[in-house]
């Protein structure tokens, strides 16, 4: 295996878990972090197969940087993973412009950024994948959780959008929408809460980071899936 995947915010969750998937499979994996250093090198030492970079995908500069860094040690990126993202739980009205800001520059800004840097790269090859990970409140929306909510409906809208404009490349490009997952996100929940979503659940449970990994691993291999969201959820919204 000579793939080369980027992986943003792979230190935790979703993205540790998908860095580690793809790693035992024999992919090479660049997995970034920004403030968990500790889980990041926890990582780099438990896969031979993964390499850690640190930069704050929120910004332009660290973007291209850590791009760079893929491409000079590498020489390509085939797939990119946009999976950082932070949410903020609250009334819309107490919403302060700065975390407004934050959640657009962290969930969406980043995945603009991350996207328009490796495109050059992919376009240039005509081969790429990238993977956007969404949210089921990117589809229908989550009270108090307005921003989170909008910027996840907007990587959606980059998906579907980018998808006709990059396929003639043999770039695809897919939003994963997951529901509700055994993440640090949800680590607040009262067992209550946890029950209440369990019973909105057909298959009463919540996910986890694995279901997750498996579904961006297939949207890897496949080579006619393009410009969709995709949505484990556990049947919440069918």
Request: hydrophobic share 35%; charged share 30%; proline share 2%.
């Amino acid at each position: 295996m000579d793939k080369v995947v980027l992986i943003t915010g792979a230190s935790k969750g979703i993205g540790k878990v998908t860095a580690q998937m793809l790693a035992k499979e024999g992919y090479k994996v660049i997995a970034n972090y920004n403030k968990s250093k500790n889980e990041a090198e926890k990582l780099l030492k438990e896969n031979n197969n993964i390499d850690i970079f640190k930069a704050d995908v929120s910004k332009r500069d660290e973007c291209r940087e850590l791009i760079e860094y893929a491409i000079k040690k590498y020489g390509k990126i085939d797939v990119l993973i946009n999976n950082a993202g932070i949410s903020k739980w609250g009334l819309f009205t107490d919403l302060t412009d700065e975390e407004w800001e934050e959640l657009m520059r962290t969930n969406l800004y980043s995945a603009y950024y991350m996207i328009q840097e490796t495109l050059k790269y992919m376009i240039q090859n005509k081969s790429g994948c990238i993977i956007n990970i969404s949210s089921i409140w990117g589809m229908v929306g989550a009270s108090c959780e307005v921003g989170y909510s909008v910027t996840k409906a907007g990587m959606d809208a980059l998906t579907k959008s980018l998808a006709k404009e990059v396929g003639p490349s043999n770039i695809r490009i897919n939003s994963i929408a997951p529901g509700t997952i055994e993440t640090d996100m949800i680590s607040d929940l009262s067992e209550e809460d946890r029950k209440e979503i369990e019973m909105q659940t057909p298959l009463r449970k919540i996910g986890k980071p694995e279901d997750i990994a498996k579904t961006i691993k297939w949207l890897i291999e496949d080579e006619f899936t393009i410009g969709q969201i995709i949505s484990p959820n556990g049947g919440w919204i069918i």
